[in-house]
């Protein structure tokens, strides 16, 4: 809940709100206010002009913002990656396994053995995989996705040289 801080110097009452819910009025007023939902650059300008806001500030804002939008998209996609990897490897355990237990049964339960030693393995790996992709710890997440994005930077730009290279 947003907490509002009343100031109680005795001059006027005049409540003061925390950041974080300025942030969040300003908002739902904006998008209140414009029927499309949408704001130019000018109008953008005004408003920032209207809260005494420098243009140079609102600048480096918007350059935040744009850091910010990629980082979340960058993310998004490791996310997306990572859940395809583990679900392919885990379609891939369940019809090898499928695969095996029929080979099991119609050679009368010879190779139980074998289905314990290679599926015990494969399981716990497929449970620890699981396991970091969806209750990630935050150090280890950053690291992979920080690996993740080079690797990706590093991609782009081999594939970029060697298109020029080629002349394609």
Same mark, same amino acid.
Request: proline share 1%; net charge neutral.
């Given at each position: ?11 006027? #009452? ?8 300025? +942030?969040?009025? %300003?908002?739902?007023?904006?998008? /209140? $206010?414009?029927?499309?939902? $949408?704001?130019?650059?000018? /109008? %953008?300008? #005004? !408003? ?14 918007? +350059? ?24 392919? &490897? ?9 695969? %095996? ?6 050679? &009368?339960?010879? %190779? ?7 599926? &015990? ?13 969806? @209750? ?21 730009? !081999?594939?970029?040289?060697?298109? @020029?290279?080629? &002349?394609?």
């Amino acid at each position: 809940m947003a907490e509002v801080i009343t100031n109680l110097s005795g001059k006027g #009452e005049e409540p003061l709100y925390e950041t974080i819910d300025v +942030q969040q009025i %300003l908002r739902i007023a904006i998008a /209140q $206010q414009t029927d499309s939902g $949408q704001l130019s650059r000018h /109008q %953008l300008l #005004e !408003v920032a002009e209207e809260l005494g806001i420098s243009a140079a500030t609102l600048a480096a804002a918007e +350059q935040e913002w744009e850091l910010q939008k990629h980082d979340l998209a960058d993310r998004s996609a490791f996310d997306r990656q990572r859940q395809q990897r583990f679900h392919h &490897g885990l379609m891939q355990f369940l019809i090898f396994g499928s695969f %095996l237990i029929g080979l099991n049964l119609l050679t &009368g339960s010879y %190779l139980t053995w074998l289905i314990y030693l290679i599926f &015990g393995s494969w399981a716990l790996k497929l449970t620890w995989e699981g396991w970091c992709i969806y @209750r990630p710890n935050e150090y280890s997440y950053n690291r992979d996705f920080r690996r993740w994005q080079w690797r990706r930077r590093l991609d782009r730009s !081999v594939r970029g040289a060697m298109q @020029r290279l080629l &002349g394609w």
